[in-house]
């Protein structure tokens, strides 16, 4: 599995730094994937399906957080379209500012396959430790999808779970695995 020869991997830091244009395709992949069944739903989000009136205040307050130091969204393209993008945030007490937090780690269903989602954490990997100096990256994962094989193959660890903790629909609730990575 190869990422496609024309992709492009940005790194926005301001919430300027988000054009209009970037902005909607941010929308529409969230919406794609979340209603594909990614497990990119936020806790604002209503049951499935959601729309794109659900989706655009949780993607503004995340890019209004973007701050150099702080938050940053990686992005990538595909041929000019969208094909994949993830939060990176630095905790934010003192205790805990060595270490960063990696959340709505998606590729839009156009582009499954081809590699942008390890891609993507190879490159999150890099800015954190490199950029940001961070020492350690979290996530968390529902459980049941495959997600904490694909984050294992790339060298996170398992730290915890919460059974039952995600309730995707009645009768349909999931773990949340917590995973860590040393940098």
Same mark, same amino acid.
């Given at each position: 599995?190869?990422?496609?020869?024309?992709?492009?991997?940005?790194?926005?830091?301001?919430?300027?730094?988000?054009?209009?244009?970037?902005?909607?395709?941010?929308?529409?992949?969230?919406?794609?994937?979340?209603?594909?069944?990614?497990?990119?739903?936020?806790?604002?989000?209503?049951?499935?399906?959601?729309?794109?009136?659900?989706?655009?205040?949780?993607?503004?307050?995340?890019?209004?957080?973007?701050?150099?130091?702080?938050? +940053?969204?990686?992005?990538?393209?595909?041929?000019?379209?969208?094909?994949?993008?993830?939060?990176?945030?630095?905790?934010?007490?003192?205790?805990?500012?060595?270490?960063?937090?990696?959340?709505?780690?998606?590729?839009?269903?156009?582009? +499954?396959?081809?590699?942008?989602?390890?891609?993507?954490?190879?490159?999150?990997?890099?800015?954190?430790?490199?950029?940001?100096?961070?020492?350690?990256?979290?996530?968390?994962?529902?459980?049941?999808?495959?997600?904490?094989?694909?984050?294992? +193959?790339?060298?996170?660890?398992?730290?915890?779970?919460?059974?039952?903790?995600?309730?995707?629909?009645?009768?349909?609730? +999931?773990?949340?695995?917590?995973?860590?990575?040393?940098?």
């Amino acid at each position: 599995m190869t990422v496609h020869q024309s992709s492009e991997f940005l790194q926005l830091t301001r919430p300027g730094d988000v054009t209009p244009c970037l902005r909607q395709e941010l929308i529409d992949c969230w919406e794609a994937v979340a209603n594909a069944g990614g497990a990119v739903l936020a806790t604002e989000f209503p049951p499935l399906p959601v729309s794109t009136r659900d989706v655009t205040p949780v993607l503004d307050g995340l890019v209004h957080a973007l701050h150099p130091r702080h938050g +940053r969204l990686l992005v990538a393209a595909v041929g000019g379209s969208l094909a994949g993008w993830l939060v990176l945030r630095r905790e934010p007490h003192p205790l805990g500012s060595h270490c960063g937090t990696v959340n709505h780690v998606q590729t839009h269903p156009r582009f +499954r396959g081809r590699g942008i989602g390890v891609a993507l954490m190879h490159r999150v990997r890099d800015v954190a430790r490199d950029e940001m100096g961070l020492e350690r990256l979290s996530l968390s994962a529902r459980g049941g999808v495959g997600l904490e094989e694909f984050y294992r +193959r790339l060298g996170w660890v398992e730290v915890g779970r919460w059974p039952g903790a995600l309730r995707i629909a009645p009768g349909d609730d +999931r773990d949340e695995i917590l995973m860590s990575l040393a940098l």
